[in-house]
């Protein structure tokens, strides 16, 4: 099963940039689906962003903000954020799964989460 470490959080200024990093250990990364969920203090946690080989998928609240991307060889995925708002401010985790949709839905690893604050 694959292990998944997160980080690249931080504090920022509203309008900036940040870039996570998520970190898988084994040896079948390139065969999961990995995602980037959100939660932020007293809400229900968020799915931002999901990536397979067949596609991508952003939620609405960070398309055209946010990018997702994988390097398979370096077991890593990016969750690159521009044009940060107060409102992105959440404790962010990445997430594998096995299912070959996109979105997927069901994951079988999750990180243990890195905070990004943004403020006004």
């Known amino acids: 099963q694959v292990q998944l470490v997160e980080s690249g959080g931080g504090l920022v200024q509203a309008g900036d940039s940040l870039r996570l990093s998520c970190a898988a250990s084994g040896r079948t990364f390139s065969s999961y689906a990995m995602a980037w969920f959100r939660q932020a203090p007293g809400k229900e946690r968020e799915y931002v962003a999901a990536?397979?080989?067949?596609?991508?998928y952003y939620a609405d609240s960070v398309k055209g903000r946010f990018t997702i991307s994988r390097d398979n060889a370096k077991n890593t995925v990016w969750l690159q954020m521009n044009s940060l708002k107060p409102e992105d401010t959440a404790v962010y985790y990445c997430?594998?799964?096995?299912?070959?949709?996109?979105?997927?839905?069901?994951?079988?690893?999750w990180g243990q989460g890195t905070q990004v604050t943004v403020s006004s």
């Open positions: 997430a594998a799964s096995v299912l070959a949709t996109i979105p997927p839905r069901s994951f079988s690893a």
């Open positions: 990536i397979n080989w067949s596609g991508t």
